[in-house]
């Protein structure tokens, strides 16, 4: 059985960094795409940044690139992502997903496992 974890989330203020940490057991970590995404009070969850199972390429929302920088370390089954100058719009619970596919994408169905969500809140 696949589990994912999430951790690093807390309330900062604006201009400030966080580093979301998401540990992952279960089959082979390796062979699969990884993805952040995030869901605020009220909104759809939406598609944050991936990495594909080589951790070559990566991928952002709009809302993130610059900011944001996903990573993977494929011999501790670990994906982080790194947050900078954050912003009271990127308060949300964000969610560490494990894909069907090795290839990185922001299609929400493409995601078959889930963890329980970290929350993020930025003060201004």
């Known amino acids: 059985q696949v589990q994912l974890v999430e951790s690093g989330g807390g309330l900062v203020q604006a201009g400030d960094s966080l580093r979301l940490s998401c540990a992952r057991s279960g089959r082979t970590f390796s062979r699969v795409a990884m993805g952040w995404f995030r869901q605020a009070p009220g909104k759809e969850r939406e598609f944050v940044a991936a990495i594909s199972w080589s951790g070559e390429s990566t991928y952002y929302a709009d809302s993130v690139k610059g900011r944001f920088t996903i990573s993977r370390d494929n011999a501790k089954n670990t994906v982080s992502l790194q947050m900078n100058s954050l912003k009271p719009s990127d308060t949300a619970v964000y969610y560490c997903?494990?894909?069907?596919?090795?290839?990185?994408?922001?299609?929400?169905?493409?995601?078959?496992?889930w963890g329980q969500g970290t929350q993020v809140t930025v003060s201004s």
């Open positions: 997903g494990s894909s069907w596919s090795s290839i990185a994408t922001s299609l929400i169905s493409q995601y078959a496992r």
